[in-house]
């Protein structure tokens, strides 16, 4: 008779310190509801707002949100940044720049050792880390982030493989390949004795993490560790309308704090957990 591996659950929201309506949501979402890990943006606007934030929630999980896609950098070097240090959204181009070009991926390495550094100095934690746009499902990232992450002390880090079955969906091409890329990342991280998730829930609904889906979900979730991410805000700022048109943020942050959500967990008898308990 085969058991089955109990069922635990991450509750987290990424982008932390991109806005103030983020940051609200975040600590709403930890003091009233579920949020037990948060992922920090180092480089963001309001990075010090959720600084100050997170000093002030002891029991906040944080990680580093590493950027090197569509947001702030801290060094602003040219070759992989505009003159503002932004980093551009073609994520195949920078894909391509990153592997084959020795001197962005020189630049890269810098930036990628300044966000971990800028994350080191805050005097927090570090519980974990991912990427934003899930860039260190890049191989060249990933190790990047791997390597840099074990001097700061990384133990954990996101896989982003989500299965299409407890989303009642049918699996797609775009799953077979994203499968095949997370199989690279899961190698790298367990060569270095990183712990790291069995299933993530966040990508095909992303922004749309209601609760009417992830009280559907819930019942359906696999055994193993699933990470389930958010992307909660009080509202958005014209720079998240921009970059995120359609999001439901409010609507991710009561799903957070909906009683119904924790009723669901019970009932199922699945368990909340963060990375350093795994």
Not at 16 to 30: K, L, P, Q, R
Not at 66 to 92: A, C, M, R, Y
Not at 135 to 141: A, D, E, K, V, Y
Request: proline share 6%; glycine share 8%; with cysteine.
């Amino acid at each position: 008779m085969t058991v089955s591996s109990p069922r635990r659950v991450i509750f987290s929201a990424d982008d932390f310190g991109m806005s103030v309506e983020v940051n609200e949501a975040i600590e709403e979402a930890h003091r009233n509801g579920l949020l037990s890990t948060a992922s920090l943006m180092v480089a963001a606007p309001a990075f010090e707002d959720a600084l100050r934030r997170a000093k002030r929630l002891p029991n906040l999980r944080l990680g580093l949100h590493l950027v090197v896609i569509e947001g702030d950098s801290l060094l602003h070097l040219p070759i992989i940044t505009d003159q503002k240090g932004w980093f551009g959204s073609n994520q195949l181009q920078l894909g391509l720049q990153y592997f084959f070009s020795p001197t962005t991926r020189a630049a890269l390495k810098k930036e990628i050792h300044a966000q971990f550094e800028q994350f080191a100095r805050t005097g927090l934690q570090l519980d974990h880390a991912n990427a934003h746009k899930h860039m260190h499902l890049h191989p060249t990232i990933g190790q990047m982030m791997i390597q840099t992450g074990r001097t700061y002390g990384l133990r954990a880090i996101r896989t982003p493989m989500e299965p299409a079955d407890p989303l009642g969906e049918t699996p797609s091409l775009g799953d077979q390949a994203l499968e095949q890329w997370t199989r690279v990342l899961r190698h790298q991280i367990r060569r270095t004795g990183m712990k790291t998730n069995d299933s993530c829930f966040g990508l095909r609904w992303s922004g749309h993490m209601t609760p009417e889906r992830i009280h559907r979900l819930i019942p359906q979730l696999p055994p193993g560790i699933s990470e389930i991410y958010f992307h909660p805000a009080k509202g958005q700022n014209s720079q998240m309308a921009s970059l995120m048109p359609g999001y439901q943020p409010e609507q991710e942050l009561a799903t957070l704090t909906s009683p119904a959500t924790r009723e669901l967990l019970a009932a199922h008898n699945i368990q909340t957990t963060t990375w350093g308990a795994l």
